[in-house]
């Protein structure tokens, strides 16, 4: 990796400085608190899911056994970026190292790649559900399940290591601070010595794809399944029919929507406060909010996390009585 150099200073310099949120240093003590109880209830309420699919027999299923796995993969998401902001806040320097920013990049971007596989993936079980219900048992097996599972994680690591190991071989002139509270492409190339018009284009060309050729493939998927759900003659059953899609539809527009905002125009017609709130926003708050989305809207994910809590509360108890 080639070090960021000064053209006026020969001394070599050994990483990139993160702004964050600048305040001051009782703002920045509030805001760790806030993201650190965000980030614990993110993680408790993705593991309260995994519990409960992995410990209730009813919801061995692949509809649930893909939630499952999607909330194991928006704790790995969140963590990509939360606990290095949170070390940011209590920082003097605000410096994170070369390889740090890129593993940084490699990470938060392959994730957030493998979630938008996922979130297809679980559009095409819908689809299936609803547009094909006496075939589902055969068509989405176990085995066709977890090899859906597999192929989002390799798809998502796989198609980032090129750009990103051409982009951290590059020069980096001048200053060395990115204006966000994570290692973005934008800020990164702005830094760059020489302006290299092709990397730039082969990075614009390959960073959407992940992002723009699931979500075509969920638009059609929920499109076969209006069709088909307009086709039910009763009205309790396109209810039905669009309850069980409509968890799924939330989380899809949370995501997809800010994503869209953020990556859907060139990084220079936003700001960099919007920039960071609307990252903020896909990165942190959608992740949090998705384990509420499905156990509210969800009648048999909510029975298994009220019976994983009476556990909890009878273990609770027995151990306090024993002492």
């Given amino acids: 990796m080639k070090t960021l150099s000064s053209p006026t200073n020969s001394s070599t ?17 509030l805001l760790f608190m806030l993201f650190f109880t965000v980030y614990l209830l993110t993680l408790m309420g993705n593991a309260s899911i995994i519990c409960a699919v992995r410990w209730d027999q009813r919801l061995h299923t692949p509809m649930y056994l893909l939630l499952a796995n999607f909330s194991f993969l928006e704790i790995c998401y969140v963590t990509s970026t939360v606990p290095s902001m949170l070390a940011n806040f209590l920082s003097d320097t605000k410096v994170i190292s070369f390889s740090g920013c890129f593993l940084q990049f490699y990470f938060f971007f392959s994730l957030g790649s493998t979630e938008c596989f996922f979130l297809a993936v679980m559009a095409f079980d819908r689809y299936l559900a609803i547009c094909r219900p006496l075939h589902y ?4 097996t176990g085995r066709l399940c ?22 951290s071989q590059m ?13 973005d492409p934008g800020p990164l190339l702005a830094l760059t010595c020489e302006k290299d018009p092709l990397i730039e284009l082969v990075f614009s060309i390959l960073s959407p794809l992940p992002l723009i050729i699931p979500f075509l493939f969920i638009v059609g998927s929920y499109a076969l399944v209006l069709i088909a759900v307009l086709k039910v003659p009763s009205a309790s059953g396109k209810r039905k029919a669009f309850s069980t899609c409509g968890s799924h539809l939330a989380v899809v527009a949370l995501f ?9 125009s060139p990084t220079s017609e936003h700001e960099a406060g919007m920039q960071k709130l609307v990252t903020l926003f896909y990165s942190v708050l959608t992740p949090f909010l998705n384990p509420v989305i499905y156990s509210l809207r969800n009648k048999h994910m909510k029975t298994a996390l009220k019976k994983i809590l009476g556990e909890i509360k009878k273990w609770l108890s027995k151990n306090t009585l024993g002492n």
């Fill in 13 to 29: 310099i050994t990483g990139f400085i993160l702004l964050g949120f600048p305040c001051a240093r009782e703002g920045q003590i």
């Fill in 137 to 140: 048992p055969s068509l989405m």
């Fill in 146 to 167: 977890n090899i859906l599972v597999i192929s989002c994680w390799v798809l998502g690591f796989l198609w980032f290591p090129v750009p990103i190991i051409i982009i």
């Fill in 171 to 183: 020069s980096f002139c001048g200053s060395r601070i990115i204006d966000h509270f994570l290692c």
């Fill in 256 to 264: 997809y929507g800010s994503v869209l905002v953020m990556y859907g």
